[in-house]
């Protein structure tokens, strides 16, 4: 604080910077409520999303087990190595109050690159499982990034926030009371010198007539 140049142009430098933290800090914590409220509406997403993902878990796991049981290990080998890769993966990215969130996208292979004639049907039922569980990871991954990335930009927001309104704010406060407090004393100084060569000036003019 006392490093500051007590100067008209330094408080009016000084004025300017709070009158800028201030609303930074309005605005702050305006995007800080507005995640805080998006994490919470996410969380329920996400708590489905898994639970979706465990369920189709299970699905899968009880229909690999049923199409190796039926239509053997071999038929369910043959159709794993048809099944065409998931194809033109993308992430699109979300802006949320200036956080960037990815979304992941694909696009699914539909069908078997081999004759279902030869194809048990336990093992095309394992097959459509193995998609629906993949689509759940999917939604995973999503889900809970996007949580991750809003939850770090929450912490972010609350220490900009934490350090405008405990550092900030109050040393430019501060700077400002201790510039007007010698801009003020010098005024009073310059007022009293002024009356002193005044009165010295009219002394003078008396002794003069």
């Given amino acids: 604080m ?31 409520d507005a ?19 465990n369920d189709a878990g299970r699905e899968a796991h009880m229909a690999l087990i049923l199409a190796k049981s039926f239509d053997g290990p071999q038929a369910v080998e043959v159709l794993s190595l ?40 336990q093992t095309l039922a394992a097959q459509a499982a193995f998609r629906k569980l993949g689509r759940a990871l999917l939604r995973v991954a999503n889900t809970e990034s996007r949580l991750r990335r809003i939850g770090e930009e929450i912490k972010k927001t609350a220490r ?26 010098q005024e009073q100084e310059d007022i009293f010198r002024l009356k002193r060569v005044k009165r010295k000036i009219e002394a003078q003019s008396a002794r003069n007539l």
């Avoid at 995640?35 to 993902?53: G, H, P, W």
């Avoid at 802006?95 to 696009?107: K, S």
Wanted: with cysteine; hydrophobic share 45%; proline share 5%.
């Fill in 82 to 121: 048809s099944v065409p890769d998931v194809s033109n993966v993308g992430v699109e990215l979300q802006n949320i109050w200036g956080t960037r969130v990815p979304v992941l996208e694909a696009d699914w292979p539909q069908g078997v690159a081999v004759s279902p004639i030869f194809v048990g049907g």
């Fill in 160 to 185: 900009r926030v934490n350090a405008l309104e405990l550092a900030v704010i109050p040393g430019l406060r501060s700077q400002i009371r201790y510039i007007r407090q010698v801009l003020d004393q």
């Fill in 2 to 32: 006392d490093e500051t140049s007590p100067t008209r142009m330094n408080l009016l430098k000084c004025r300017s910077q709070y009158s800028l933290a201030t609303r930074g800090v309005n605005l702050l914590q305006k995007k800080r």
């Fill in 35 to 53: 995640l805080v409220r998006e994490f919470f509406a996410l969380v329920q997403a996400a708590l489905e999303a898994r639970r979706q993902l």
